[in-house]
Each structure stands twice: as C-alpha cells, then as structure tokens.
T-cell receptor, first 116, second 114 residues
Framework: EPEVTQTPSHQVTQMGQEVILRCVPISNHLYFYWYRQILGQKVEFLVS????????KSEIFDDQFSVERPDGSNFTLKIRSTKLEDSAMYFCASSLTSSGRAAEQYFGPGTRLTVT | AQSVSQHNHHVILSEAASLELGCNYS??????LFWYVQYPGQHLQLLLKYFSGDPLVKGIKGFEAEFIKSKFSFNLRKPSVQWSDTAEYFCAVSTNNAGNMLTFGGGTRLMVKP
C-alpha cells in the first residue's frame, strides 16, 4: 500500500538555525499538508498546498515558515530561524482531492523536531 | 472556526469490554468527520470517516461511529476491545469552507489490559 514518508525521523537543532523537513507524498496525490503536535497538545493544522501554491494556512504559519515542492516527489517545510517553541512533532499528509470521499488525508510517520 | 472536543483523555479497559469514546464538535455548517488511530510508534491511520448518508459508519478493525447531528457528536464504538487496540484515538473534522483542513480533538489514550 502506498504511504507518505518523512525524513528525518528526528532532528535536533539550535535556536536560530534553519531546518528543512522533508516529505514524499503518495505519488498520485495532488494536495499536501503540514500539521504539528507540540508534546501534550492537539495536532494543529499549519498549511495546505495545491498546484504549487498555498491553499490555506493557519495563524501558526507565520513568515518564519515556508513550503515548497522542489521537484515532482518532495514536499518540504522550512523553518527559517527556529525557536524553542517550534519543538514539536511535524506531520506531513497528502490527499487525492480536497473535497468528497477521496479527500481522505494519509499521514506520514512524523519528524520530531527538538530545538535547543 | 470549528473546534473538536474529546472528553476522555485516558481510558483503561479489560479485553472484551465495550468501548465508547466521545467526540463533540462545534460548527454550524456541513462537516466531514473522521476518527484516526495512532498505535505506539506508528503514524496516524484512518479508522473511519463520515461525509454524508447513513449516520452509522463502519470502519476497520470492528470500529464504528455514529453521527448525531442534533448533538454535534461523532462517538466511536467497538463492542469488544482487544489488547491490540491499545493506542491513541483522535477525532477530527473538516468543513467545505476551509479547504480540507483537519481540526483535531485532543486525543484519547486507550489502554487495554490483557
């Protein structure tokens, strides 16, 4: 069964450094998403992406964050200058459509980001 | 904006006991409803989903959920749990007005004692 993959599984970085989290969505999916879960808190939506553009973004997704689909397979989340409060598990997801029954989102295993 | 509440944070059951996990949402319009499960060390997996039609939805591994529109609820049920059901369960909603953004509840940790 096709699945979403994410690398690395764990990233440790120092405050102020840039990080890039990578995701490979399911190959025929067209819609891509990033979510995060701070330890002990809810899974929160960050951003959705379609046709090389951001479709929706939350208040969390400020100017420090950016997303990109640099080639036909990867989908990346960049945090420009990390803060301690960016420490969280980051989940990538993809879906075939954005509405209707094929809008089911498939999640990757997550990248645990630790900012020190 | 929509929100989702899961009232049970931790549930401990013995094998063969029946399970019901509560999920309530707040949103006045049409919603799509989901239950995801996260087994220890694994990623979020979809258990079941509701878009329209029969409000009683059957999912994988013997789980089902019932959408009660008047109560804004989508409770998850299983008549007889197994040790392998030990996991964290997340209720989520999306609306047609916010693309396909999922809003999650806080999750319920289920431990099934053998």
């Amino acid at each position: 069964e096709p699945e979403v993959t994410q690398t690395p599984s764990h990233q440790v970085t120092q405050m102020g450094q840039e990080v890039i989290l990578r995701c490979v969505p399911i190959s025929n999916h067209l819609y891509f998403y990033w979510y995060r879960q701070i330890l002990g808190q809810k899974v929160e939506f960050l951003v959705s992406f379609y046709n090389n553009e951001i479709s929706e973004k939350s208040e969390i997704f400020d100017d420090q964050f950016s997303v990109e689909r640099p080639d036909g397979s990867n989908f990346t989340l960049k945090i420009r200058s990390t803060k301690l409060e960016d420490s969280a598990m980051y989940f990538c997801a993809s879906s075939l459509t954005s509405s209707g029954r094929a809008a089911e989102q498939y999640f990757g295993p997550g990248t645990r980001l630790t900012v020190t | 904006a929509q929100s989702v509440s899961q009232h049970n944070h931790h549930v401990i059951l013995s094998e063969a006991a029946s399970l019901e996990l509560g999920c309530n949402y707040s949103y006045g319009g049409t919603v799509n409803l989901f239950w995801y499960v996260q087994y220890p060390g694994q990623h979020l997996q979809l258990l079941l989903k509701y878009f329209s039609g029969d409000p009683l939805v059957k999912g994988i591994k013997g789980f089902e959920a019932e959408f009660i529109k008047s109560k804004f609820s989508f409770n998850l049920r299983k008549p007889s749990v197994q040790w392998s059901d030990t996991a964290e369960y997340f209720c989520a909603v999306s609306t047609n007005n916010a693309g396909n953004m999922l809003t999650f509840g806080g999750g319920t940790r289920l431990m099934v004692k053998p």
